[in-house]
């Protein structure tokens, strides 16, 4: 299994990015896929999770700026950032759930498996 998350960089507030996870080396459609961070000195922690059925869950703080999406056919897994805010800025991981066709269910960390290397992301005043 191999994640590789890409398209973070460096933004002002209120700018915008596009972070994206390429997954390789298992049935990527059948699993809960979810985006995380962590910022220095902090815990890592959920972002945004969709299930293999489309469905979203948000932390309250990205609701309405970020967008989490999936396309199956390129086993490939996006975040959509808008309306940036300096305190949006950390790494930003994906991982995935350990077991096929299941409700994605929280953002916990401990819940999810297989981690990329990240992308930082960092917004300024």
């Known amino acids: 299994v191999q994640l590789v998350e890409s398209g973070g960089g460096s933004v002002q507030a209120g700018g915008s990015l596009r972070l994206s996870c390429a997954a390789s080396?298992?049935?990527?459609?059948?699993?809960?896929m979810g985006w995380f961070r962590q910022a220095p000195g902090k815990e890592r922690e959920g972002v945004a999770t969709?299930?293999?059925?489309?469905?979203?869950i948000y932390q309250n703080s990205v609701k309405g700026r970020f967008t989490i999406s999936r396309d199956n056919a390129e086993n490939t897994l996006y975040l959509q950032m808008n309306t940036l805010t300096p305190e949006d800025t950390a790494m930003y991981y994906c991982?995935?759930?350990?077991?096929?066709?299941?409700?994605?269910?929280?953002?916990?960390?401990?819940?999810?498996?297989?981690w990329g290397q990240g992308t930082q992301v960092t917004v300024s005043s």
């Open positions: 969709i299930d293999n059925y489309g469905a979203p």
């Open positions: 080396g298992y049935t990527y459609s059948s699993y809960c």
């Open positions: 991982a995935h759930h350990p077991r096929p066709n299941r409700r994605c269910g929280s953002l916990n960390v401990p819940d999810f498996t297989d």
